[in-house]
């Protein structure tokens, strides 16, 4: 079982930056995929980005250029780095992982474990 903590959320100013954490613990294994995903109110959740346990990266259209996904895996933990945000950025973010093929990687249903939550709010 793998437990997921995400931290880092608040409220922030259209062009700033936000770093979220994402801290695993239990069996995680670090060749597993992790990924963030957000949901706006009133939306349906939606992919943001995805980092392999090779470190390979892929990102939605609407952040590419702005977040950086990356993983310490000595720490167990899983960054997501959003500069330039924008108002339609604000969302409740969340991490998951699981044993994940990268052809399922925007699949939600694929990923097992996801954390509660963090929200990031840009007015």
Request: net charge positive.
């Amino acid at each position: 079982h793998v437990q997921l903590v995400e931290s880092g959320g608040g409220s922030v100013r259209a062009g700033g930056s936000v770093r979220l954490s994402c801290e695993a613990s239990g069996n995680a294994y670090t060749t597993n995929l992790m990924a963030w995903f957000r949901q706006a109110p009133g939306k349906e959740r939606e992919g943001v980005g995805i980092i392999g346990g090779g470190g390979i990266t892929a990102y939605v259209e609407p952040v590419k250029g702005r977040f950086t996904i990356s993983k310490n895996n000595a720490k167990n933990t899983l960054y997501l780095q959003m500069n330039s945000l924008k108002p339609e950025d604000t969302a409740m973010y969340y991490c998951a992982t699981g044993s994940v093929r990268w052809t399922q990687r925007w699949e939600q249903n694929a990923y097992r474990y996801w954390g509660q939550g963090t929200q990031v709010t840009v007015s």
